[in-house]
């Protein structure tokens, strides 16, 4: 494969900021359709494909998360064209024939809870940072979230137990001036070790 160019670097990481704030401007259901399809290509282990995404595109339906945020991202959420809860699906086994080229991957995860929670913890994961990547690709802006109550969402949007909420994101077109200066991040050498 060969690198990206540096305005897809630019896209995705170097000029990417987190959205504080959005215009009016609304997002297509389509590409929303796009975003999923992307990231969904992306690998997890044993193609599990864990991740759930629940869009709230509409006024009502960001109401009735607003209960369970914090105070400092309540009106992000309420003024986002867009608020995704990212969850995972504690059955993600069940498409497993579907999904992986080997039988008994079901059966395997079944038979053993620890193993299936932790797969779908870790790869739930993975699947929300591909979904911020797809997001950016496509030319949309996203504000990361996990500044809200995980229970009280749970309740509201998942109330039979299985799939659970990981975190949210705010989506749409970002507004710069509402932008926060970029914090810094560690050094390579803080961060990492070549052994």
């Known amino acids: 494969m060969n690198p990206i160019d540096t305005a897809a670097l630019d896209t995705l990481f170097l000029k990417a900021r987190t959205a504080n704030g959005f215009t009016d401007k609304p997002v297509a259901p389509e590409l929303l359709q796009r975003v999923y399809e992307l990231a969904a290509l992306a690998p997890t282990s044993m193609n599990t494909q864990p991740t759930r995404y629940v869009f709230l595109n509409s006024q009502p339906a960001r109401e009735r998360l607003l209960p369970a945020m914090m105070p400092g991202n309540l009106d992000k959420t309420r003024t986002a064209p867009v608020t995704v809860i990212v969850a995972t699906d504690t059955r ?40 911020i990547l797809a997001v950016r690709a496509v030319g949309l802006d996203c504000g990361p979230m996990s ?8 309740a509201e949007f998942f109330p039979d137990g299985r799939w659970k909420t990981n975190f949210l994101i705010n989506l749409g077109y970002g507004d710069d001036s509402l932008l926060f200066d970029r914090n810094p991040r560690l050094s390579f050498e803080e961060a990492c070790q070549v052994i």
């Open 92 to 131: 993600f086994f069940e498409f497993m024939p579907k999904v992986w080229h080997r039988e008994g991957a079901k059966e395997n995860f079944e038979a053993n809870p620890a193993l299936a929670s932790a797969t779908a913890t870790r790869n739930g994961t993975l699947g929300g940072a591909y979904f």
């Open 147 to 154: 500044g809200f109550d995980l229970a009280k969402v749970d």
